[in-house]
């Protein structure tokens, strides 16, 4: 089994900036790719960012210039820096995760719980 566990959400003024960091444990080959997703309220969930195992990073045109991911392969960790935050910015954020089990091929893909980000105006 494989878990993600997801930290760093809270509140920030909008301006402000906040770090979200995600950690996948269990039993783990290889990842082919992680990364960040966000829902609002009455909102489908849309791609924030996302790196994979090239390090080759793509993102939202509404975080361009302003969010930045990254990794730690040696900690199975991906991170998103979130600066110059707006009000728009506010939802739960879920980190994602594309990998290989060890002992099984397929490729699997499996979710954090989600984080809460609220940037007040």
């Known amino acids: 089994q494989v878990q993600l566990v997801e930290s760093g959400g809270g509140l920030v003024q909008a301006g402000g900036s906040l770090r979200l960091s995600c950690a996948a444990s269990?039993?783990?080959?290889?990842?082919?790719?992680m990364g960040w997703y966000r829902q609002a309220p009455g909102k489908e969930r849309e791609l924030v960012a996302t790196?994979?195992?090239?390090?080759?990073?793509n993102y939202a045109d509404s975080v361009k210039g302003r969010f930045t991911i990254s990794r730690d392969n040696a900690k199975n960790t991906v991170f998103l820096q979130m600066d110059s935050l707006k009000p728009e910015d506010t939802a739960v954020y879920y980190c994602?995760?594309?990998?290989?089990?060890?002992?099984?091929?397929?490729?699997?893909?499996?979710w954090g719980q989600g984080t809460q980000v609220t940037v007040s105006s």
């Open positions: 790196i994979n195992s090239a390090g080759v990073t």
């Open positions: 269990g039993s783990i080959f290889s990842i082919n790719a």
């Open positions: 994602n995760t594309v990998l290989r089990q060890t002992y099984y091929s397929a490729l699997m893909t499996y």
